[in-house]
């Protein structure tokens, strides 16, 4: 048996044994402490930490979900990692993002379905009134939940896209993947009034609140969701630090949300957006190219190195996070969610 130490982003401590045997993760919840995770296979990167000091054993996992600089810095998937000593480890979110009891799970109809773009929609559910929860939705800005089918059968994870509220209203963009289970759900038998099993709130990829820091924000398609959702929070709170948006899509016509990003334009006057189109298939007078290219151009520009926070497929993730460290962006301000195909 081995003494795990967690210091949490804004300095907590947390406990625990590990044995040998069995992963961090699982050690974790055999104390009754549930740290962020997603897939549990290594295939996410949602459980990422950083190693002070200790012996460890990496099992099998996923290139997509630990980079090897983020490895050679002493980072570790905790549902991937056994310990081989009592270890110190740094985690990259706060002690909110922590729980001590299990996952809550309620129930919540869908309200409202739409287009968003040519590839995705735009689902909103509402939660039913729970005995324990009550009706609100409370999660931190950034965070996902898991959605399971009404039969059951399938259950993915999506970002939300909106802030905790007391009226129980869930948002989300959600890429409608060909041949999807989920996807094929949504894009032809959901129907107003269906009934979600709702999993969450869950997840680490949420803003450093103890940071002074420009918030930057890298966002490729429904990558979007939590980068809304955290801009959205500023806003509410009146937050004036300066702020930046990099949104990507393949072509003009999968581009969505563009009057929730005007509407967070004038509610933040310091916010600077770039909308880039990798392949414009007409004249595109914003940026030509993907978000980490914009996001490369801006930071020679910049006078301070900003918090980067960028959400979306693995390769925009590893460009970002190349092009933020070759701009001497510390490891430890590059915050990142993986969007994976199930």
Avoid at 129 to 139: E, H, K, L, M, Y
Wanted: include cysteine; hydrophobic fraction near 40%.
């Amino acid at each position: 048996m081995f003494k795990v130490s967690l210091i949490t982003r804004d300095g907590a401590a947390i406990a625990f044994d590990a044995e040998p045997s069995e992963s961090l993760l699982d050690a974790a919840e055999r104390s009754s402490i549930y740290l962020p995770s997603s897939c549990r296979e290594g295939g996410c990167g949602a459980c990422r930490v950083g190693r002070e000091h200790g012996d460890v054993e990496l099992l099998p996992y996923s290139s997509s979900a630990l980079s090897d600089v983020e490895r050679d810095s002493g980072d570790i998937l905790l549902c991937r990692t056994q310990a081989r000593s009592d270890l110190a480890l740094r985690a990259p979110f706060d002690q909110a993002a922590v729980g001590f009891s299990p996952i809550p799970e309620r129930q919540a109809v869908i309200s409202e379905i739409t287009p968003a773009g040519s590839g995705a929609v735009r689902l909103v559910l509402q939660y039913e009134d729970d005995a324990v929860f009550g009706r609100a939705a409370q999660f931190t800005a950034g965070q996902f939940v898991e959605l399971s089918l009404p039969d059951g059968s399938v259950k993915r994870s999506y970002s939300l896209a909106n802030t905790p509220n007391w009226d129980g209203t869930l948002e989300f963009y959600i890429r409608l993947q060909p041949n999807g289970a989920f996807s094929s759900y949504l894009k032809d038998r959901a129907a107003l009034g269906d009934a979600l099993l709702v999993r969450g709130p869950q997840g680490q990829f949420t803003a450093d609140e103890a940071s002074t820091a420009e918030r930057w924000f890298v966002a490729g398609g429904t990558g979007l969701a939590p980068a809304l959702s955290m801009l959205r929070q500023m806003a509410e709170f009146g937050d004036t630090r300066g702020c930046r948006l990099f949104f990507g899509v393949n072509r003009v016509d999968e581009l969505f949300a563009l009057d929730v990003i005007e509407n967070l334009k004038n509610a933040m006057p310091q916010l600077i957006v770039a909308t880039c189109v990798w392949k414009p298939e007409t004249h595109w007078e914003d940026f030509v190219g993907t978000p980490a290219q914009a996001l490369t151009r801006a930071l020679t520009e910049a006078a301070e190195r900003p918090d980067i926070y960028v959400c979306g497929p693995p390769p925009l993730i590893a460009a970002t996070e190349s092009a933020a460290l070759a701009a001497s962006v510390d490891h430890t301000r590059i915050f990142s969610e993986r969007f994976t195909p199930a």
